[in-house]
């Protein structure tokens, strides 16, 4: 499911600001970095940041560190993803949306699967 | 790195790094700081570079000048809140880095261009006003400017 009017809204926020697109897109906020596509993502969870702005986890796929950007904390754990979700050296699956600059190994995930739960940290954003 | 580390570990960092609330009212409080302190500093500089009009002869500086410095404290105050919930990732993050570089710099101009200036030339003629003291005025409005804009990408980049 995608929101073109969010996305949208974030095209001309990039473009008033005209740097954007200049500098390398490695962002927490928005939407504007990643790519439009679902992108997904297996490996090991090697940290777990529950916090502001912006939880996150680093996983280790296949001996590369990418980092999976989720939503702001109160969001994530209304998805039920809290402290006792998951432990580093877990198995993670994350479905979401990759930056587009394809040298960075950086995703922002809509829907991560861990020990066979799902939590939805974008609802709204996630997959039927 | 392990004080950056000790930092993110303080129990007010502790606290603030899963707030619902106060994270986001420390936001505001940088943001509105910023704003107030841009918009004095601008005015002060827009009237040593003569270009208010007839606002020029009439304006409180002096008073300004107090407001942009109690807005630059609380701009660094909100800021090293937020800094310090994710300390080691701040203090590598370029836009970051170039902010508190402009910081600095535009921090001195300020403090140059006061001495420069003087405390009272709200009624002075613009053409008492010394050649440096512009420069310093137009100095303030491009570096004040570029610190907003730096700090805005430190979400970006």
């Known amino acids: ?128 | 790195m392990e004080l950056l580390a000790a930092i993110e570990q303080a129990p007010f960092a502790r606290a603030l790094k899963t707030s619902f609330y106060i994270y986001p009212l420390i936001n505001l409080a940088h943001v509105l700081a910023i704003g107030a302190l841009v918009t004095s500093v601008t005015l002060i500089d827009l009237r040593y570079l003569g270009l208010l009009g007839k606002l020029k002869p009439g304006l409180p500086v002096a008073f300004l000048r107090r407001i942009a410095f109690v807005a630059f404290l609380t701009a660094g105050a909100a800021g090293a809140a937020m800094f310090s919930v994710q300390a080691r990732d701040y203090a590598q993050n370029p836009a970051f880095i170039i902010k508190m570089g402009l910081v600095a710099i535009a921090a001195v101009n300020f403090v140059v261009f006061t001495r420069l200036a003087g405390t009272d030339n709200a009624t002075s003629e613009m053409e008492s006003v010394p050649v440096p003291a512009r420069i310093c005025a137009g100095l303030s409005i491009l570096l004040w400017f570029c610190v907003a804009l730096f700090g805005r990408f430190i979400g970006y980049v």
């Open chain 1, 1 to 128: 499911m995608h929101h073109p009017l969010d996305r949208r809204r974030f095209g001309l926020l990039a473009a008033a600001l005209g740097l954007s697109y200049a500098m390398p897109a490695r962002a927490h906020h928005g939407w504007s970095w990643t790519e439009d596509g679902f992108f997904e993502l297996e490996g090991i969870i090697r940290a777990i940041y529950l916090g502001n702005p912006h939880a996150a986890l680093d996983v280790d796929v296949e001996g590369e560190m990418w980092r999976v950007e989720l939503a702001p904390p109160s969001r994530t754990l209304a998805a039920g993803f809290d402290e006792n979700a998951a432990r580093v050296g877990d198995e993670v699956k994350a479905i979401g949306n990759r930056s587009r600059d394809e040298t960075e190994r950086r995703m922002k995930a809509v829907r991560i699967i861990v020990r066979g739960r799902t939590y939805d940290v974008y609802p709204r954003r996630a997959p039927a």
